[in-house]
């Protein structure tokens, strides 16, 4: 099943610096590690935003919904997510 995700991400400012530094390689790692392993095959950076669109290719809704909880960042982040069907006219 695909799935497009916009994500946006708004870590408090007041939360400390080498905190921040540990969770954003946290989440690199971890978002390196679904991209390699095919269930994160697509991600764009929206720009001049904290902000990013992806495309998830997952067996179900909660696959999808244990790997997006799982991000170190999902504290801090608004996700929506739409399913993708493929177009009629797609070839």
Sequence with gaps: ???LVHMVVDI???L????VQVILAK???YSQDLQRGGQW?????VVGEY??????DVES?????TLLSQLPLFPYMTI???PLATHPSAI
């Design 51 to 56: 902000a990013n669109y992806s495309i998830f």
């Design 16 to 19: 400390p610096q080498d905190e």
């Design 41 to 45: 095959p697509h991600i764009w950076r």
């Design 61 to 65: 809704n909660d696959e999808l919904h």
């Design 27 to 29: 989440e690199k790692a």
């Design 1 to 3: 099943m695909l799935f």
């Design 12 to 14: 408090p400012k007041d």
């Design 80 to 82: 929506n997510v739409t």
